[in-house]
């Protein structure tokens, strides 16, 4: 899955369940993103993303 494949993912889920979503591509170093779901904020990386690390962001995010 491809980090844009995934933000779009969370897009979704945010509307479903009337979550403040917000992507910052400034705050993030590099090439990675900030993203903020409701009060939980993490980090996403560039490129292909793996099962386990799409896993762990889901989990910083309170999804899984």
Known sequence: ?????????LRKFARKNGLDLQIDRKLGKGSHYRVRLG????????????????RLIRKQLGIE
């Open 1 to 9: 899955m491809t980090r844009d494949q995934f933000l779009k993912e």
């Open 39 to 54: 009060d939980r904020v993490t980090t996403i990386k560039s490129g292909e993303l793996s099962p386990g690390y799409v």
